[in-house]
């Protein structure tokens, strides 16, 4: 007996575009309702945050979710942070074409992917290995060739690719660790959460001008802890 399965395969393929135009639609309504109604009207962050598919970034049983208004799980008690945090951030830095950026905690990648769709080159540390490495092959598989991935404790920074024109840090340092100022460019920005796991956190902006840092407080947050230290331990 002979089946003629074409209809069945024509129906695997009408489904892939749906899926895919699914998503990009579910992007356009998260930038226009989670990131421009709370204000954030730069193009290059709005195009970029439009662009990387963040459910790309989330484990599989999260996928369905990966544009929800919130933070996620990505495993080794790590998340991928609410849309609206990691535009937010991005637009703090005033990022342009040519910067170098350095981020200290790269997670699931998808800060890092934003960074790259906007500026020159990334350079991001993740302390935890197993995370760092498969953060490092999903960019390298999704063909961002301007993201360098390094598994080691961000505290100390990359001393061989400063200075950076920007840096951000996307986990709660109890501290600001000095070497980051000193690896940020004059006339540079960092943009970091401060504060103890068991009070509050905020969101500092240090700016660098004439040798001179300036450091303002800018939003209340809640994020995983910094796990570096100055003594490079893994607390």
Known sequence: MTINILPFLLTLLSMVPWRQDMYRERREEMVRDQIEARGIDNQMVLK????????????EKYKEMAYYDGA??????????????VAYMTDLLKPSSDFKVLEI??????????????????????IVSELGEQSKHLLKDMGYENIEVRIGDGYHGWS???????????????????????????????????????????LNLISKNNGKVKID????????????SEKGDNH
């Not at 943009?191 to 103890?196: K, L, N, S, T």
């Open 48 to 59: 970029a945050m439009r662009t990387v598919p963040r459910h790309g970034f989330v484990p």
């Open 72 to 85: 996620l799980p990505i495993g080794y008690n790590q998340t991928i942070s609410q849309p609206y945090i």
């Open 105 to 126: 905690g790269t997670g699931s990648g998808y800060q890092a992917a934003v960074l790259a769709e906007i500026v020159a080159e990334v350079f991001t540390i993740e």
């Open 160 to 202: 061989e690719e400063a200075p950076f024109d920007a840096i951000i840090v996307t986990a709660a340092a109890e501290t600001i660790p000095e070497p980051l100022i000193q690896q940020l460019k004059d006339g540079g920005r960092m943009i970091i959460p401060v504060g103890p796991q068991s009070g509050a956190q905020y």
């Open 217 to 228: 407080r800018v939003m209340a947050v809640r994020f995983v802890p910094f796990t570096g």
